[in-house]
Nanobody
Framework: QLQASGGGLVQAGGSLRLSCAAS????????MGWFRQAPGKDREFVAG????????GYADSVKGRFIISRGNAQNTVSLQMNSLKPEDTAVYYCAAAYASDSYLLHPTQYPYWGQGTLVTVSS
């Protein structure tokens, strides 16, 4: 089970840190990813990390502003979001996929999903 938290309302240029806590065993054996879905749009990839954290990747729209990190001992994955823009407004979801040496960016590759946390960036 995945539980995302940390969303909220922030002004443009501000920062937020999202966290995703995983319950159960074997967290370190899963790739993790963050996705987002804005109203009226498809769910899109934001950031991903491989099971060991050695491979990370980002959508072009967030590269240089967002950082994904994982703590396998704590069963958590985080998304540090800096220099937020109004177009970052969306529901953010964390997701888990079976282990791969490379990060995964397609939603269909992730069988497990959290409930989402809303991020609203005001202009």
């Amino acid at each position: 089970q995945l539980q995302a938290s940390g969303g909220g309302l922030v002004q443009a240029g501000g920062s937020l840190r999202l966290s995703c806590a995983a319950s159960g065993r074997g967290f370190s054996s899963y790739n993790m990813g963050w996705f987002r879905q804005a109203p009226g749009k498809d769910r899109e990839f934001v950031a991903g990390t491989s099971w060991g954290g050695g491979s990370t990747g980002y959508a072009d729209s967030v590269k240089g502003r967002f950082i994904i990190s994982r703590g396998n001992a704590q069963n958590t994955v985080s998304l540090q979001m800096n220099s937020l823009k109004p177009e970052d407004t969306a529901v953010y979801y964390c997701a888990a996929a079976y282990a791969s040496d490379s990060y995964l960016l397609h939603p269909t590759q992730y069988p497990y999903w959290g409930q989402g946390t809303l991020v609203t960036v005001s202009s």
